[in-house]
C-alpha cells in the first residue's frame, strides 16, 4: 500500500491541474472573502440596525468557500476521470490488480492534500477578513462560541467535497459528465427544492450535500443558520455519509467495470 500511496502522490503533484486548481481554491476562499468584509465596512455607516445584527463575521469572512468548492469539486473529479480520457487508468490497474487498493490510495493522497490545502485558505480567509473587519470592531476571534469550529469545518467540508467529486468521477468515468452531475447536486437541486412548497423545502433542503456540509462552517445568526437547519457536526457527518456512499459505489463499479 505505501508503493501504491506513493504512486497516487507522484501522478497528483505532475499533473498541471492540480496546482492550477488548487490555486484557484485558495484564490478564492481568501480573495473573495475579503472583498466582501471590504464591501461591508465601506457601507456599515449606511446599514440600519437589524442589518447591523444579522451581521455575522465569521460568516462573511468564509464566503470565499462557496466559490473554492466548485475547483475542489472539479479536481477530485479529474483525479480520475484524466485517467480514463489519456488511458493511464489500464496501466495503473496492470500495476495493482487490486483495484480498491488503488482507489483507496487516490482517497487518501488527495483528502490529505485538500485537508492541509483547505485548512490553510480557511485560516487565512478568516484573519485576513477579520483584519478587515477590526476597523470597525465588529470581528470575530477563534475563541467566541463556534468560530473555531466553523474555521476548521470549512476545510473539512472541501476535503469531504473534494472526496465526495472523486466517487462521482469513478462512477462516471467521463470529466464532462462527472462535474455535470457534482454541480447538479450542489447548486442546481437546491434551486429545484426551493420551487417546492415551503413545508416541503424545510424538510428536504437540510439534507442535500451541500446543505448539509456547509453546516459545519455556517456559524451564528445571519441568514445561514435556522430552524431547518441540521447541527454543525450532524450536517458534516451527512456530508461524509454521501461522500462515503459515492466512494463505495465507485469502488464497486470499478471492481465489475473493464478499464
Not at 473587519?133 to 473555531?148: F, K, N, T, W
Amino acid at each position: 500500500m505505501t508503493a501504491v500511496l506513493g504512486m497516487e502522490w507522484t501522478k497528483l503533484r505532475s499533473v498541471r491541474s492540480t496546482y492550477w486548481t488548487l490555486l484557484f481554491a485558495i484564490a478564492a476562499t481568501i480573495g473573495i472573502s475579503a472583498l466582501i468584509c471590504s464591501l461591508y465596512i465601506n457601507r456599515y455607516a449606511q446599514l440600519s440596525p437589524a442589518d447591523r445584527f444579522e451581521f455575522n463575521a465569521t460568516r462573511f469572512s468564509l464566503n470565499g468557500l462557496e466559490l473554492a468548492q466548485l475547483a475542489i469539486g472539479v479536481l477530485g473529479a479529474l483525479v480520475i476521470t484524466n485517467e480514463y480520457s489519456t488511458g493511464v487508468i489500464r496501466a495503473t490497474l496492470s500495476a495493482v490488480p487490486q483495484r480498491p487498493s488503488v482507489l483507496a490510495a487516490k482517497a487518501l493522497v488527495f483528502g490529505a492534500v485538500i485537508l492541509v490545502v483547505g485548512e490553510a485558505a480557511s485560516f487565512a480567509a478568516f484573519f485576513l477578513g477579520q483584519s478587515i473587519l477590526s476597523s470597525r470592531h465588529i470581528e470575530a476571534h477563534l475563541g467566541d462560541p463556534g468560530v473555531l469550529r466553523a474555521v476548521i469545518g470549512g476545510g473539512l467540508y472541501l476535503t469531504v467535497l473534494g472526496l465526495f467529486a472523486l466517487g462521482i468521477g469513478t462512477m462516471i468515468r467521463h470529466t464532462a459528465g462527472a462535474i455535470a452531475t457534482l454541480f447538479g447536486l450542489l447548486l442546481v437541486l437546491p434551486g429545484i427544492v426551493a420551487a417546492l412548497p415551503l413545508s416541503w423545502q424545510n424538510a428536504i433542503e437540510k439534507w442535500l450535500p451541500a446543505n448539509a456540509g456547509q453546516a459545519i462552517f455556517r456559524n451564528g445568526h445571519g441568514g445561514f443558520a435556522g430552524i431547518h437547519q441540521l447541527s454543525p457536526w450532524a450536517g458534516l457527518g451527512i456530508f461524509c455519509a454521501y461522500a462515503a456512499a459515492s466512494l463505495i459505489l465507485g469502488g464497486v463499479l470499478l471492481v465489475r467495470r473493464d478499464a
